[in-house]
């Protein structure tokens, strides 16, 4: 029921009731009791259909129970009145026929079907009226039965109560047949605990699945509208959600408690697409209209976006990251997000969503990540032994993976990586005196400023560390270590220059004198 309509109902309540005692106190032999059930009568009209009550001449009995709600008039009640308001067949009896009612109010024009719940064989039942409010109808007093549900149950025997649906039987059960049974005299036929002719969508879905004896439980608070025209409302044991677009859907246990504590449809995932299904593992998923609910144990974990889509095209459970361990959050920057598994973790930002897995991502997440780290996002899947980044790549090593970034991991992804000549990574990049260092097997590489990365070996990188290396006066190299027309070994640093003649033992270290031109050199032999 809608906010506007319970204000007005609790507005008239109030007013006809005390009309009502207005009405009744000069009435000789009303007593206390009668008139508490009499308002409680007139409640239950107003509540159920209050203008219908108000401007229609008929009893408020009428209005909420319609025809035919006493004992003495031959039919049977309804199951709601007398299992604890669920609507549901009772304990000891079995769904064992139906018939239709026509173009029903309570069914929004469609047809409204009853089903009989007969007692089982070997089952005992008492004759005796309903104590309902005003549903006192028989229970377990009239013989007969129609017959088209669970036919392998032979005879007739007494009919305990009646199911009320807005479903087509064999839709609501497999065991009932199509053969159509049709008795349009109880068209006005209703109860207190079943909802009235002005039932929302979800309301007359809920009486369908059986009230409080569905697997939903109870209610919790009130039904809550959904963003472009639906709705939705959270039991004890799950949610209905309903769009024009998907009808009623039910969603369930932990992703039904996770679904509501995101904001229903009115959150980041949206409405349901579908009720959900089991993968191997014990795993269950519910798509959604922006990403996917995936229940795992007791808990659920929603993932949003590109990496709900980049996890369901990797298999999803049954891949190689296994099941989600937490939901799809932003990182530090804002910029992206994070999802995490078993088995590793799909970051995603504007460039796509990306996996990554072990070896590399311990190695990543100490480095900050993708928002305090050097490497920024992943652009693609690890593969042929390294993972590439916004900023940089990671290298498989044993266990683990090493990194580079900026200039270096741009020179060494041009040099064809772990197939080019500087052979394999023996340590992540590091940093010295403001200068990038990068140790591979055949050579050092330097990087500093908009110099870009030069590659340094032999006798020349070990002159250059015995002078201090980045921290040394001669400051980062400018050149690779080259071969002159004449032999000679060279590289060209910042503040001079070192050179290994042919056949020389020691190389020569030439520093830019700082008193005259920056091409004078100082020759140290």
């Not at 029921?1 to 009303?30: E, K």
């Not at 009893?59 to 709601?80: D, P, R």
């Not at 579908?274 to 007791?298: C, K, L, N, P, Q």
């Not at 693609?380 to 940089?392: K, L, M, N, V």
């Amino acid at each position: 029921m809608n906010t506007t309509r319970r204000r007005f109902v609790d507005r008239a309540v109030d007013r006809v009731s005390t009309r009502l005692g207005r009405r009744d106190a000069d009435r000789p032999g009303l007593t206390r009791r009668s008139f508490l059930v009499r308002a409680a009568v007139v409640g239950s009209a107003l509540t159920i259909a209050p203008l219908r009550w108000m401007v229609r001449p008929t009893s408020a009995y009428a209005s909420v129970c319609g025809e035919g709600a006493a004992c003495n008039q031959g039919w049977t009640a309804f199951c709601c009145t007398i299992n604890e308001g669920a609507n549901t067949c009772p304990p000891g009896s079995f769904v064992a026929g139906w018939w239709k009612i026509d173009r029903s109010p309570f069914c929004e024009g469609a047809p409204r079907y009853i089903i009989d719940c007969n007692r089982s064989p070997g089952s005992s039942c008492r004759c005796r009226c309903a104590s309902g409010t005003c549903d006192q109808r028989r229970v377990c007093c009239n013989v007969f039965r129609y017959g088209q549900c669970n036919t392998q149950i032979g005879g007739v025997t007494e009919v305990v109560c009646r199911v009320v649906l807005c479903t087509a039987p064999w839709v609501w059960d497999p065991a009932c047949g199509r053969t159509v049974r049709t008795d349009n005299r109880t068209r006005t036929h209703n109860a207190p605990c079943l909802y009235d002719r002005d039932a929302t969508v979800i309301e007359r879905s809920y009486q369908d699945l059986g009230l409080n004896g569905s697997e939903l439980g109870e209610p919790v608070g009130s039904e809550r509208s959904g963003p472009r025209g639906g709705a939705w409302q959270v039991y004890d044991h799950g949610v209905l959600a309903w769009h024009t677009a998907i009808g009623v859907l039910v969603l369930r246990d932990a992703i039904a408690r996770r679904y509501a504590e995101l904001d229903g449809p009115s959150g980041a995932l949206g409405y349901p697409r579908d009720e959900g299904e089991t993968i191997d593992g014990g795993v269950s998923r519910t798509r959604f209209e922006r990403g996917a609910m995936y229940g795992v144990g007791d808990d659920a974990f929603a993932l949003f976006g590109p990496a709900a889509a980049r996890y369901e095209r990797l298999d999803g459970p049954v891949g190689t990251l296994g099941a989600p361990t937490a939901g799809t959050e932003p990182v530090g920057d804002g910029r992206g997000s994070v999802t995490r598994f078993e088995n590793g973790a799909i970051y995603a930002s504007g460039q796509g969503a990306q996996p990554v897995q072990a070896p590399y991502l311990a190695t990543y997440e100490q480095l900050g990540g993708p928002a305090d780290g050097p490497l920024g996002y992943p652009i693609g899947p690890s593969e042929d032994g390294q993972q590439r980044f916004a900023r940089g790549v990671l290298v498989a090593s044993g266990d683990g993976a090493f990194a580079l970034w900026g200039p270096i991991a741009d020179r060494y992804l041009a040099l064809d990586g772990r197939d080019g000549p500087w052979g394999p990574l023996q340590e992540s990049q590091t940093t010295e005196a403001g200068v990038d260092v990068a140790r591979f097997a055949a050579v050092t590489v330097f990087a500093a400023g908009s110099i870009g990365a030069r590659a340094l070996d032999g006798r020349v990188l070990e002159t250059y560390l015995d002078e201090g290396g980045p921290a040394g006066d001669l400051g980062a190299p400018t050149t690779d270590r080259f071969r002159t027309r004449t032999g000679q070994q060279r590289a060209g640093f910042e503040h001079g220059a070192i050179e290994l003649d042919p056949g020389a033992s020691s190389p020569r270290v030439l520093r830019f004198r700082s008193t005259r031109r920056a091409n004078d050199l100082t020759i140290t032999p």
